[in-house]
């Protein structure tokens, strides 16, 4: 048996030396195979070659350009979308995202008149596949910026690049290079939970326009790794050096060089290169940022890494900049002085001015959402309650202030729709391991895509005040002349009333053992009284909002009073429901803004169906004569994993947000009740849609 074993080791342990060996002669076999068919690429996308370096894209002053078909080089202001990893049923580690889905995406994002595509870390090789097969016959090719993403938990954990004889800078600098293999096709990477891996044989160099290196680069991270390693300020590479760099950025410089020499050594090629940034840790002063500790509290500049002359595809920097974050858009004076006032134009142009190379806005955007997260100065520009018509708008408004400051290109956030995501806000209320296996319409971070991912294979009900939908179901109670009817997908209940809608009261009973007995222990209602005050309420007791920022979680902040009797146990009334914005904030005038909560329980009136003249992407509910036909998010109702048939339990018995199964809701009108239950689900359903909003950015970018 021993003898066996020792043999199966021994054969493994020559496959594996074979394998390897195999990676190494490959990458050797790619290095001549290129050499050989120089001319080939050539044909495909033109390459400028200098001192036996070639590139096709580089940096020139504050631009970027391309090298033409003419032999001469041309600017490239580069427009194009972020796409995630993520789509239903799935987290981003997983990689369900199809080679089929990328080519039908990719199709759609050449129509909008994009060109350029964002990833940011190394995605399975079904992506790279897809993007050289729809590039081989594309009228015009996509182009894409390539990042890398840094272990977030190993940044969390040791919180200093250089920690652990340079753990984090060490694995940078790995990853760095890798990604290069991948992006040249030439590399077997072993599958890791979390990580993409397989086998890359598509070589999508010739379209890679950059790189991105990383992520948004947390304060407090900057902040130790400097702080520990104060001798650490000069880096000296081939390709690049420093002045009067950080030890942070010197930190970064170590990354963008592996990458820079390791493609240059193994490959002869040279893309422009930058690494990520973000508002919060932008080279700039911002003397009116309210929370200036955590979000103006350490710079990190791309003006202190420099180029030497033997890295000919040049450098840029690139950010991510949104119209709502942070609270310096909304509230510092010095961003508010032109008329109109405009914080995000007057932002861009103090960025641009700034810095000597390109500015490259790779993440820009806001989400059609129900939920809103943070609200902007502009209130077109809020992080959700915007619709798919305004977020089109916005969008484009502010592509042209991207464009008129200056800036080198723009990148929408993001092409679809997440799931998966979370917000602050909402957060707390969810659950995560739930997260990807339904729409959590409550929670804006999910809607930022131009493709939205409809609940169900078909439309369960559309909202729109027509009946239709209805037709092959039940009521559910009955009262008098009004009929109930209930339904429910991945994203919604569904209600409708039939008959007589003239304020009346539907109320639900969701958990046993509280609630409301003046409405058999009803825990929600709504309320239908017209078009503008219709609303769904919350038993005091069953207050999340209140129960976090009063009573439980975030009670010790201050952040909203107990209201006497408020929350006791069948107090006899119901509530309005209200999703928190904004904790107290201090402004450096000395003025202190109150705490900012909404009504998210009011409900909007209009038509939900996406055909529709009148569309309205944030319509809750519509009524056509006799016929009410509403759309409840479940997380309204604490149902945070309808998939699991999971409710949030009792707040104040356990003293915490918990999760317990949930049978059934009753439904009651008028004293008459009835339970309505559904179907649990291992895997979401879906259907893709463009949103308005593609369709708005489409007609702006066809005329540029």
Request: with cysteine.
């Amino acid at each position: 048996m021993k003898s066996w074993r020792t043999g199966i080791i021994l054969i493994l342990v020559l496959l594996t030396a074979a394998l390897l060996a195999g990676c190494s002669d490959g990458k050797k076999q790619k290095k001549e195979k290129e050499d050989s068919t120089a001319e080939t690429v050539s044909q495909s996308l033109p390459v400028y070659t200098e001192d036996g370096v070639n590139y096709s894209f580089r940096t020139a002053g504050r631009s970027f350009q391309i090298y033409g078909k003419d032999g001469k080089w041309q600017e490239h202001f580069s427009i194009g979308v972020n796409i995630g990893a993520g789509k239903p049923g799935y987290f981003p580690g997983e990689f369900g995202v199809t080679k089929e889905d990328y080519l039908r995406w990719f199709e759609q994002i050449s129509e909008m008149h994009a060109d350029t595509i964002r990833v940011y870390t190394m995605l399975m090789p079904e992506f790279y596949q897809a993007l050289a097969e729809y590039n081989a016959s594309a009228a015009s090719p996509l182009y894409f910026m390539q990042g890398v993403y840094n272990n977030e938990e190993d940044i969390s954990n040791l919180n200093d690049a250089f920690a652990e004889d340079g753990k984090i800078v060490n694995d940078w600098m790995s990853m760095c290079e890798q990604i290069v293999d991948v992006v040249h096709g030439n590399a077997i990477i072993e599958q890791e939970s979390g990580n993409a891996g397989g086998t890359y044989t598509a070589d999508v160099s010739q379209y890679l326009s950059g790189w991105i290196l990383g992520i948004e680069w947390q304060p407090e991270f900057v902040k130790a790794t400097n702080e520990n390693h104060p001798d650490q300020t000069e880096f000296n590479g081939t390709y690049l050096y420093t002045e009067g760099a950080s030890p942070f950025e010197v930190f970064l410089a170590s990354g963008m060089e592996a990458c820079i020499a390791y493609e240059t050594k193994h490959y002869g090629l040279q893309h422009p290169t930058a690494f990520a940034n973000w508002v919060t840790t932008d080279p700039l002063d911002h003397p009116g940022e309210p929370n200036a500790e955590m979000e103006d509290a350490v710079p990190v500049d791309a003006e202190h890494i420099k180029a030497k002359p033997e890295f000919k595809a040049g450098l840029f920097t690139s950010y991510h900049v949104y119209p709502y974050y942070p609270e310096m858009m909304r509230y510092a004076p010095e961003l508010l002085t032109d008329e109109p006032k405009n914080s995000y134009r007057h932002y861009l142009q103090d960025l641009t001015s700034y810095h000597s190379m390109p500015v490259l806005i790779s993440e820009f955007g806001i989400p059609a959402a129900r939920g809103i997260t943070h609200l902007a100065g502009n209130a077109a520009f809020n992080q959700g309650g915007i619709n798919e018509e305004e977020q089109g708008n916005a969008i484009i408004s502010m592509l042209d202030d991207i464009i008129d400051t200056g800036c080198a290109g723009a990148y929408v956030f993001i092409w679809q729709d997440e799931w998966f995501k979370r917000t602050w806000n909402t957060m707390d209320c969810t659950s995560e391991e739930n997260r990807p296996f339904w729409c959590d319409v409550q929670t804006s971070e999910q809607f930022f895509g131009l493709l939205a991912f409809d609940p169900g294979e078909r439309a369960v009900c559309t909202v729109d005040g027509d009946a239709k939908d209805w037709s092959q179901d039940e009521p559910l109670l009955t009262d008098q002349n009004t009929q109930l009817y209930v339904k429910s997908d991945e994203a919604y209940l569904y209600l409708m009333i039939k008959g007589n809608n003239d304020n009346i009261r539907v109320t639900l009973d969701t958990i046993g053992n509280q609630g409301n007995t003046a409405y058999q222990g009803a825990d929600f209602a709504v309320d239908i009284k017209g078009t503008e005050e219709s609303r769904i309420l919350v038993d005091p007791y069953y207050d999340v909002n209140y129960w976090l920022y009063a009573s439980g979680l975030y009670a010790d902040k201050g952040v909203l009073e107990r209201k006497e009797g408020y929350a006791e146990p069948d107090n006899g009334q119901f509530a309005p429901i209200y999703l928190m914005l904004n904790r107290p904030l201090l402004l450096k005038d000395g003025t202190l803004m109150p705490t900012e909560q909404i009504e998210t329980g009011k409900l909007r009136h209009g038509n939900a169906d996406p055909k529709a003249e009148d569309y309205d992407s944030l319509a809750d509910f519509c009524i056509k004569g006799d016929v009410t036909e509403i759309r409840i998010p479940w997380l309204l109702l604490n149902i945070p994993a309808p998939n699991s048939r999971q409710c949030i339990g009792n707040l104040y018995a356990n003293s915490a947000i918990t999760l317990e199964p949930i049978e059934r809701i009753t439904f009651a009108l008028n004293g008459v009740s009835a339970a309505y239950s559904w179907e649990t689900w291992d895997m979401p359903t879906y259907r893709e849609r463009l949103k308005k909003s593609y369709y708005i950015v489409q007609d702006y970018l066809s005329k540029r």
